[in-house]
Each structure stands twice: as structure tokens, then as C-alpha cells.
């Protein structure tokens, strides 16, 4: 499910670029739809599942059914009335937050004013799309993981429809855009509901203050703000430095960040969202050899997917982005100045997959503030490198300088990342299990295979913008295809088997 919501992910930015393309005005949409975005990260499915999670699960293990849905009506409650005020505030102090997040958009007037406009019909989103986080942690904690991955496509479905459906109505077509992401979090929310009323844990509203449960929960939220959200920091970070550079660096960067959000969502969060409950679980029954085996399986299996697509989209950087976007408004000189980017986001790939692995071994244990301590290490490194890779790349003329936050996000991440490795291993939570140096060298012997294919059927760059579209897909897919069947090939030849893909029990 989270596949196909990636899929759809992808028709809405071919949708958006093809029609928009990289210009002052599609920047100022994305700023607006990232705002309640991030907000979402630190409300949503971010901090708030990873501190509801554990304790729900908690709930569920140890308390009887209505103390759970005690805790749940109770939880609705005090995060709906949060997020009221929120959407609130959100709407009447848009252009502040315009200001604060891409303060170099007040150079244009225009844009400015386009921006806090859309913002103020984006930023109710965080009050549905919160909800149904919270509704989705509800259901992966009972295993139900279908309807909170699907759940995404219904906002990319309802983006892509005000393109084409009411787009034509408004003076300024991104305007539809805006009205899409709001009549997508109502939409998403109300999917929601059989679920919920089928387990019968469909919420009734309660405040009480001091509630137990409620009150744990906040305790774990408010770290976890910070250390859930690091990336989506250091992104709007990017944001704010990239609104001061050439017109289009915020919409390059975008189209980077959605081809690196597709394998981070299907490998990364897809696996992180299913290994939570299951530590959650294996903590409150105090099963710690279970609590390892279930961190080593997810490392494996994201090792053995994540690698290859890493060297795969750095190599085929160009010709994805050409394949996917380079049509009517989005041209040649967009597809090759965001490809710079993406080539760089995908050195960190890797890394940013391994945290989204290794955080839930601390959210589990309902310990939030380890992650917030090397989150802010992490953070502050990238602010740092920001700089120290941006300046120079301005000065020296160097035509794409957001590469450099591009390559400052992915070195942060590998300083994340293994800061959140020796912090399992000195408090012997996580030990890493036999065979892993045979295991990662299988991996990369059948990944500099592919490689190697990849390169060698890859053509110019000139080519492939030259190529129609159906040429354009069918040569990128034999192309993949081939290195997927040569990576597969390799791996069998050195003696991997599906068996060896199962989980311990």
C-alpha cells in the first residue's frame, strides 16, 4: 500500500511539473503545502504516533478494553482541541510563517502574497491529517496497516483532480492546488471510520486534565518533536536558504526530495511502521533477544533493498526525472539542475533509512530523549555544513549552489545515524548478529554489477530528452530491469534464497 501510494505520489508531481513546471509561483505552493507538512511530522504520524504507539500498545497488553478506549476518547480529545487552535492560529498568522520559512520571498511582493494566501487553505490540513495519524496508530497497533498506507493516495488522487477539474475556475490555477490538499485531509479522515467503529474504538471526545495515559503520552511527545522532525528541519532549513537563491532552487530541491522520499517511504518508513508495535510489544513483555532479532531483520532486508536503489538513482538520476517530468513546463535545463540534487540526496540514502530502522529501538522503550540529544547534534551539523558547502558554490558562481544543501542533509544523516547505532550498543539493546560483514558483501558485489549494466545501457543525457515519452519509459524500464535481473542473478550465485529473508521467531 505504501508502494502504491508513492506511485500516485509520482502521477501528482508529473502532474504539477507538467503543468506549473519550476517557476516563482510553484515555489510559493510548495512552501505552503510544506508548512502544515512539517507541522504534520511534529503533530502527526512524527512525534505523536511514536510517543502514542508505545504507550497505547501498553494499554492493550497490560489493561483491560475500556481502559483503552478510555485512553483513546481521552487522547482524541486533548490532540483535537490542540489542533483546532493550531489550524487556527496557523490561518491568521500565515504571512509571519511565510516570513519565517522563506523569508527570502519577501524580495518578491507577488510571491509573498501568493504564498500566505495558499497557506491559508493549506494549513487546516494539519488538523485532519494529525487525526488520521492518530487513527493510524490505533490500527498498525492492532496489525490493521492497509488503510493508514493507503491512505496517502487519496490526497494525491484529490491533487491531481484539481489540476484537471478546478484548476480552470480559479484566476490563479494554483489556487486548486491549495483547495486539493484541504478537501484531501477531510477525505482521508472519513476513510478512517469503519475501521475504527469495527474495532470499536471509534473516538468520543473527552478532555480530562491529568488523565494518566494522556499525560505519558505528552511526557514522550514533546522530546519526540524534536527528534522525530530532525529531517524535516534540516529540510525547511533547505527551504529557507534555498528562497534566497536563483528562482527554481525550491522546486529542484522539491522534485530531489520526492524521487529520495519514494524508496525512504516503501523501504524506510513502510518497515519502521510495522517493526513499532512489534517492539512496542516485545518491550512491554520485557522479551529483549526477540526485541534484537526484530532490529536485525529490518536492518537486513533494508540493507538489501536500500544499496542498490541508492546506486541505482544516482546513476539514473537524469534520466528518471526526464522520464517522469521533462514535459510542457518543466524542461531540459529543470530535469539536469534538480538531478544535481537528487544525485547528492542519494548519497545519504542509506543513512536516512537506517535511522528511520534504529529510532523506534528508542521509541519503543519510551525513551524519547535519546533521539532529541543526537537529532540536535545531527541538526546542527547540517546547519553547519549548509553553510560551509552553499557559500562557496554561491560565490564561485557554480550554477546549481543548492546542491550543497542537498549534500549537507545526507552527510548529517550518516552522522545520525551512527550516533543512534552506538547508542543501542552501549546499553546492549541492539547487538548486531553473525554474518553481517558476508551479508553486506553479497550486497555489494551484486550492486557494483549492477552498476556496471546500468552505465554500460545508460545513453546521454541529449538522448533521452530527445526521446517521446513511451520511449522515454520503455528504455528506462529495460534499463532497470536489467540491473534488477543482474543484482537478483548475483545474489543467487553467491547463495542467497528467500528463506534467508524471514523473520526469526
Known amino acids: 500500500m505504501t508502494l502504491l501510494s508513492r506511485v500516485f505520489g509520482l502521477l501528482r508531481d508529473i502532474t504539477i511539473a507538467t503543468f506549473f513546471g519550476a517557476s516563482g509561483g510553484t515555489d510559493a505552493f510548495l512552501v505552503a503545502f510544506k508548512i502544515p507538512n512539517f507541522m504534520r511530522r511534529l503533530f502527526g504520524e512524527g512525534a505523536f504516533s511514536l510517543a502514542f504507539v508505545p504507550v497505547f500498545s501498553e494499554y492493550k497488553e497490560t489493561r483491560d478494553r475500556a481502559a483503552l478506549k478510555d485512553l483513546v476518547n481521552h487522547v482524541a480529545g486533548t490532540l483535537g482541541g490542540f489542533l483546532l487552535v493550531l489550524s487556527t492560529l496557523g490561518m491568521i498568522f500565515s504571512p509571519a510563517l511565510v516570513y519565517l520559512f522563506a523569508p527570502g520571498f519577501t524580495s518578491d511582493a507577488a510571491q509573498f502574497q501568493l504564498t500566505a494566501d495558499l497557506l491559508r487553505i493549506t494549513f487546516p490540513y494539519i488538523f485532519f491529517i494529525a487525526l488520521v495519524a492518530f487513527s493510524g496508530g490505533i490500527l498498525n497497533s492492532f496489525h490493521q496497516f492497509s488503510i493508514p498506507a493507503f491512505t496517502p493516495v487519496l490526497l494525491n488522487i484529490s491533487l491531481i483532480g484539481s489540476v484537471y477539474f478546478l484548476a480552470p475556475y480559479f484566476d490563479e490555477p494554483l489556487m486548486a492546488l491549495a483547495w486539493g490538499v484541504a478537501i484531501a485531509g477531510v477525505v482521508q479522515l472519513l476513510l478512517q471510520f469503519p475501521s475504527l467503529i469495527k474495532l470499536g474504538l471509534m473516538p468520543i471526545p473527552k478532555i480530562k486534565r491529568g ?13 519526540a518533536i524534536f527528534g522525530s522532525s530532525v529531517a524535516q528541519i534540516n529540510l525547511l532549513l533547505d527551504t529557507v536558504i534555498a528562497s534566497f537563491l536563483i528562482t527554481g532552487s525550491v522546486t529542484w530541491l522539491y522534485y530531489s526530495d520526492r524521487l529520495l522520499e519514494f524508496p525512504l517511504g516503501v523501504l524506510g518508513i513502510a518497515i519502521a511502521t510495522v517493526i513499532l508495535p512489534t517492539l512496542s510489544q516485545q518491550h512491554a513483555r520485557q ?11 529490518a536492518l537486513r532486508l533494508v540493507t538489501l533493498i536500500t544499496i542498490p536503489a541508492c546506486v541505482g538513482l544516482f546513476i539514473l538520476a537524469g534520466p528518471i526525472l526526464a522520464s517522469l517530468f521533462e514535459y510542457g513546463k518543466f524542461t531540459a535545463s529543470d530535469t539536469y539542475l534538480s538531478s544535481l540534487s537528487l544525485m547528492a540526496y542519494m548519497l545519504g540514502l542509506p543513512a536516512l533509512i537506517v535511522i528511520k530502522i534504529l529510532a523506534p529501538g528508542y521509541y519503543a522503550r519510551q525513551d524519547t530523549k535519546t533521539p532529541v540529544k543526537i537529532g540536535i547534534i545531527a541538526m546542527v551539523c547540517n546547519m553547519v555544513m549548509n553553510i560551509a558547502f552553499v557559500v562557496p558554490l554561491v560565490y564561485s558562481g557554480y550554477e546549481a549552489p543548492h546542491v550543497g544543501l542537498a549534500l549537507a542533509t545526507s552527510m548529517s544523516a550518516y552522522i545520525n545515524a551512527m550516533l543512534l547505532y552506538n547508542g543501542l550498543r552501549n546499553i546492549d539493546v541492539f547487538t548486531p548478529q553473525a554474518g553481517w560483514l558476508a551479508w553486506l558483501f553479497r550486497i555489494v558485489i551484486a550492486s557494483t554489477a549492477l552498476a556496471a549494466v546500468v552505465i554500460w545501457l545508460n545513453p546521454g543525457a541529449a538522448t533521452w530528452s530527445q526521446w517521446q515519452l513511451g520511449e522515454r519509459l520503455l528504455n528506462l524500464a529495460m534499463i532497470i530491469f536489467a540491473g534488477l535481473f ?18 526469526s521467531t
Open 287 to 297: 522479551s529483549g533477544e526477540q526485541f534484537n532479532q526484530t532490529l536485525n531483520w
Open 211 to 223: 488523565h494518566e495515559g494522556v499525560k505519558r503520552i505528552l511526557k514522550l511527545m514533546i522530546p
Open 486 to 503: 543482474t543484482y537478483l542473478a548475483l545474489l543467487w550465485l553467491q547463495g542467497l534464497r528467500p528463506s534467508q529473508l524471514k523473520k
